[in-house]
């Protein structure tokens, strides 16, 4: 059974940083690009950065330069780090896998609908 499990959100000041986890398990770890998503109250889940099994990765415009993903192949896990924390930035993270080997393009790695596994999501606040 597939598994994503996020871990390291928490409350944090504005200018602040954070380090997510997300360790993955049940599938083949080389075969997937992860994506991390968030979801603030009352709004649509969006895309916040994807790393692909060549390690590219992509960011959303409201991150870049302040998020930084990356992978520890070894232990299946995959960071999202985070940087400069705004009051905006404030959700749950979730991070998703999603098989590159089936014809999915990465151009479109924003989109939701197309990732296979969800971890169930950590909660990041930031204060002002």
């Known amino acids: 059974e597939a598994q994503l499990v996020e871990s390291g959100g928490g409350l944090v000041q504005a200018g602040g940083s954070l380090s997510l986890s997300c360790a993955t398990s049940g599938f083949i770890f080389d075969d997937y690009a992860i994506g991390w998503f968030r979801q603030a109250p009352g709004g649509e889940r969006e895309a916040v950065s994807c790393l692909t099994i060549s390690g590219k990765t992509y960011y959303a415009d409201s991150v870049k330069g302040r998020f930084t993903t990356f992978s520890d192949n070894a232990k299946k896990t995959v960071y999202l780090r985070m940087d400069g924390l705004k009051p905006e930035d404030t959700a749950v993270y979730y991070c998703?896998?999603?098989?590159?080997?089936?014809?999915?393009?990465?151009?479109?790695?924003?989109?939701?609908?197309?990732?296979?596994?969800w971890g169930q999501g950590t909660q990041v606040t930031v204060s002002s």
């Open positions: 998703a896998a999603v098989q590159e080997m089936g014809g999915w393009v990465p151009e479109l790695w924003p989109r939701v609908g197309d990732y296979d596994y």
